[in-house]
């Protein structure tokens, strides 16, 4: 019985998933977006969230390369453990957690399996902060309206608008006879 396993085996024994999940976690650092299955992409994010925090907690020298040996050891790839702690980690550095975004695709059309992409979050150009940071300075300020907070100033006006439209309409009716 599986009574409370939360891992998903992905159908694959310990070293094969262990492979499969390196595979995918170096692909996903190089490219910064993959596309895969859902349940391998939720599989993924487990694996390697832990592995970008890594790049993160390192601060002294000594504490760079025990992270370096950490990370090597999951991932087994030199080219990928350098463009991580190169590239990946000043851009997350300033986030608190939540690296990657899962997108569902759909369905594939030979075996019915959804389809999902993983990106690293602070690498989508689309969603990115220089561009709402940029639109946020050429538009004008949204004000912000909140149903239950009016104040009675703002209802008074409008009674008085309501009245004075309901005499006019009055006045109108009264002249067309």
């Known amino acids: 019985m599986r009574h409370g396993d939360k891992i998903n085996n ?16 170096i692909s996903l650092i190089n490219h910064k977006r993959i596309v895969t299955t859902l349940a391998k992409a939720k599989a993924l994010r487990t694996y390697v969230e832990p592995l970008l925090t890594k790049t993160k907690k390192a601060d002294t020298k000594e504490a760079i390369s025990h992270q370096h040996r950490i990370v090597f050891s999951y991932l087994q ?39 999902a992409m993983i990106e690293l979050v602070d690498f989508n150009e689309i969603y990115g902060k220089h561009i709402v940071a940029a639109t946020a300075e050429t538009a004008e300020p949204v004000k912000k ?16 608008e309501t009245t004075a439209t309901t005499e006019e309409t009055k006045t109108e009716e009264t002249s067309a006879e």
């Open 145 to 160: 309206t909140r149903r239950a907070g009016k104040k009675k100033a703002d209802a008074t006006v409008e009674a008085t």
């Open 77 to 115: 790839n030199k080219e990928a453990v350098k463009e991580l702690f190169t590239v990946v980690a000043p851009k997350i550095a300033s986030r608190p957690g939540g690296y990657t975004r899962i997108i569902r695709l759909g369905i594939r059309p030979g075996d019915n399996a959804e389809k």
């Open 10 to 25: 992905l159908g694959r024994k310990k070293a094969h998933r262990e492979a499969l999940l390196s595979n995918l976690a």
